[in-house]
């Protein structure tokens, strides 16, 4: 199993930039494709986008794409998301999912799950 914990959650402007971080533990990093999702209030958690085991393919979703960039660093057991021109409606709770297989973008495809971190974007 492995343990996720996220960090680098904050209150940002519109037009800001912020970079999450995930760090694993548990087991062998590299064994898991990793996503982000995130949480509004009131709303369903959404999937942001995902990266392959070494960090050769990604996808995100048309909400972010263009915006958000993730990485990984397996040495590290760390995965990254990068936030460039954040807007008020990417205010959300921002989770990291790990699962060692490559599935869809819902959230039951991922096995495993940090606690959270909270992303306020102000106007």
């Known amino acids: 199993q492995v343990q996720l914990v996220e960090s680098g959650g904050g209150l940002v402007h519109a037009g800001d930039s912020l970079r999450l971080s995930c760090a694993g533990s548990g087991e062998t990093f590299s064994r898991y494709v990793m996503a982000w999702f995130r949480q509004a209030p009131g709303k369903e958690r959404e999937f942001v986008g995902r990266?392959?085991?070494?960090?050769?393919?990604?996808s995100y979703a048309d909400s972010v794409k263009g915006r958000f960039t993730i990485s990984r660093d397996n040495a590290k057991n760390t995965v990254y998301l990068q936030m460039n021109s954040l807007k008020p409606e990417d205010t959300a709770v921002y989770y990291c999912?790990?699962?060692?297989?490559?599935?869809?973008?819902?959230?039951?495809?991922?096995?495993?799950w940090g606690q959270g971190t909270q992303v306020t974007v102000s106007s």
């Open positions: 990266i392959s085991w070494i960090g050769r393919s990604t």
């Open positions: 999912a790990a699962d060692r297989n490559l599935l869809g973008v819902g959230d039951t495809d991922y096995g495993y």
